[in-house]
């Protein structure tokens, strides 16, 4: 005779999981704070995007002080400019056109800060592979070790050297992983117009990538 297997524990937690209320959309958060300004609605927000949103932003200016601020400074715009929100409107990429462009200005305020933190960190002597391989991929967690190695300062360098819509879109692209159509609407430009940038944005990349890692030609004795 086979054992009786006791199901009464596995049918109770079903039940306690079935009557748990679905979680909210970022967009029904949102809503509930703009009917009520519960403090604890946009503190939901600012914690759904802590991690994700601070490691885009420290991926984006090489920097965790300035991410911290940058941070900062877009979570102040999202609550002052919340009536702005429109309704239809998925949140997170006009979060992410808020932090992109906070990054995009503390970039041109502090140029020169970055540049020679940049140019500190440049060597020769990695094998010449495609840019491409050294974009993808996702940080565990914001103190990852490996965005701080020598690959991953070289390949900041490289992309120090785009102009600064350019680095938003392989930001937002390569290091975030979003999708074209949600790149379009943070950026507000078409498709089309996307894909054509991202394709013309690796080709530079890749060029850029190349001639840093010639090797120098070694002195003359």
């Known amino acids: 005779m086979k054992p009786q297997l006791d199901t009464a524990p596995i049918e109770m937690d079903l039940i306690r999981l079935s009557s748990q209320p679905p979680e909210l959309t970022d967009e029904e958060i949102v809503s509930a704070y703009l009917q009520t300004r519960n403090s604890q609605d946009f503190e ?3 914690h759904r ?13 090489g920097d965790v002080q300035q991410a911290e601020d940058v941070f900062q400074a877009t979570f102040l715009s999202v609550h002052l400019r919340i009536d702005q929100f429109e309704a239809g409107r998925r949140f997170r990429p006009w979060l992410y056109a808020i932090a992109s462009n906070k990054a995009i200005d503390y970039m041109r305020r502090n140029r020169r800060h970055q540049a020679a933190s940049l140019d500190a960190k ?22 990852e070790k490996a965005i701080v ?4 300062a070289r390949v900041r360098a490289a992309v120090q050297e785009l102009n600064e819509p350019t680095q938003q879109l392989i930001q937002l692209a390569f290091y975030q992983g979003m999708k074209y159509s949600d790149i379009a609407d943070i ?5 089309g117009t996307v894909k054509s940038r991202v394709f013309t944005a690796i ?13 120098p030609p070694s002195s003359m004795p």
């Not at 440049?122 to 103190?143: K, Q, R, T």
């Not at 190695?149 to 991953?152: A, L, Q, Y």
């Open 44 to 46: 939901r927000l600012v």
């Open 49 to 61: 995007y802590e991690r994700e949103l601070y490691t885009f932003l420290r991926r984006f200016l």
């Open 122 to 143: 440049m060597s020769y002597g990695a094998s010449e592979d495609s840019m491409i391989n050294h974009l993808a991929g996702n940080v565990a967690s914001p103190d």
């Open 149 to 152: 190695n020598e690959t991953g």
């Open 187 to 191: 950026l507000q430009i078409p498709l």
């Open 203 to 215: 080709r530079k990349l890749n060029q850029i990538w190349m001639r840093m890692n010639e090797t």
